[in-house]
């Protein structure tokens, strides 16, 4: 079969790998109908030292499952199934608290001799804890939306969820990327009635607008800071939900939040210190976030997928086949594209 490799910088490459097969009797193979290409993928993209072999990439997927091991149950052959972005059993004591990002007996798509999403097959371990049935048919038009929910859906709603995001809190999201966007429609979802979007690039904005922004900052830095305190009555906001990752991000959140508010973070830190210092701790600041435990939360978002309350695949502006995404990679880290939708 073919697949995606990353072998340095700049260098993604389409080759032919051999075809996964069960090892453990916990594993599925699962045909892969949709993939896409995330944000994070742009940091090796944008620095991996270059190596004489590639390693496989891609961790967002949905498809067919073809086999299950002999330990699996509740799936079948047929099967069409979404992988969350990271595999758990769902059974062990980090699973049943809703962090299957720690999960005792999971692991990372791409590592360790486990397959990459970005190809036509994938070996899924954990397979009975980690797939989620989807019931819909492979050609139904929800396909990209029910992508979403491997990483970029969930992602954003954890940020919301973690800063406590509700009727009564007022919310700033920083980034107007896919998960920025996705933060704005959780925090929309879950009952925000005021949410300012922090970014510059039109045709997200417009989408961002759509997904439920109230208000859009499109200043940076200390600019950007004073427009969204003009906004909130000089205050800031209750909550901050930074989906960026990079250490202005950051910074920023903790300047346009409310004394009392919380700081979710879930763009992948790209600093080692974050400014929680004296006049942070006085102003009675909470950092929160993290990874999303994206299996937790596909059950309570399915739903709102499936009766169409939420279109989190419009996040996808271009779609590309498997042999196309070195282009998808290029499309994504010059911002010509927010998110690639990939059809192996
Ligand atoms: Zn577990």
Not at 24 to 42: F, H, K, N, Y
Not at 142 to 152: K, M
Not at 190 to 203: Q, S, T
């Amino acid at each position: 079969m073919r697949a995606t490799l990353i072998y340095g910088a700049g260098d993604v490459r389409i080759e032919n790998v051999p075809d996964p097969t069960l090892r453990e009797p916990t594993d599925a193979i699962v045909r892969v109908v949709r993939s896409c290409i995330c944000g994070s993928d742009l940091w090796p993209y944008g620095s991996r030292p270059a190596t004489g072999d590639g390693d496989r990439i891609g961790h967002e997927f949905l498809g067919v499952v073809e086999a299950v091991g002999r330990d699996v149950s509740g799936l079948a052959a047929g099967d069409l199934v979404v992988a969350p972005f990271v595999w758990a059993d769902n059974t062990c004591d980090f699973c049943r608290e809703g962090l299957q990002t720690s999960c005792r007996h999971g692991g990372m798509w791409a590592r360790d001799d486990v397959d990459g999403g970005q190809g036509e097959a994938v070996r899924v371990p954990q397979a009975q804890g980690t797939l989620v049935k989807l019931p819909v048919a492979e050609d139904s038009a929800l396909l990209p939306s029910l992508l979403a929910l491997s990483d970029v859906f969930p992602t954003g709603h954890h940020c919301a969820v973690t800063a406590g995001v509700n009727p009564r809190t007022t919310v700033t999201v920083i980034g107007d990327g896919a998960v920025g966007l996705s933060a704005v429609l959780a925090a929309k979802r879950l009952g925000a009635e005021r949410i300012i979007l922090m970014g510059r690039h039109k045709d997200r904005i417009d989408l961002g607008r759509e997904f439920g922004a109230t208000d859009v900052v499109a200043e940076r830095g200390e600019e950007g800071v004073e427009r969204v305190r003009e906004l909130t009555g000089g205050d800031g906001t209750h909550t901050v939900l930074e989906c960026v990752g990079l250490k202005p991000a950051i910074e920023t959140a903790f300047a346009v939040v409310r004394n009392g508010g919380t700081v979710s973070r879930v763009g992948a830190p790209q600093y080692p210190d974050v400014p929680a210092d004296f006049g942070v701790f006085f102003r009675n600041i909470t950092l929160t976030g993290g990874v999303a435990p994206a299996r937790a939360y596909i059950d309570e978002l399915l739903p709102d997928v499936l009766e169409g309350r939420v279109e989190p695949g419009k996040v996808f502006d271009r779609t590309v086949a498997l042999d196309q995404v070195p282009d998808g990679y290029r499309a994504m880290a010059d911002r010509s594209a927010l998110k690639v939708l990939i059809r192996p």
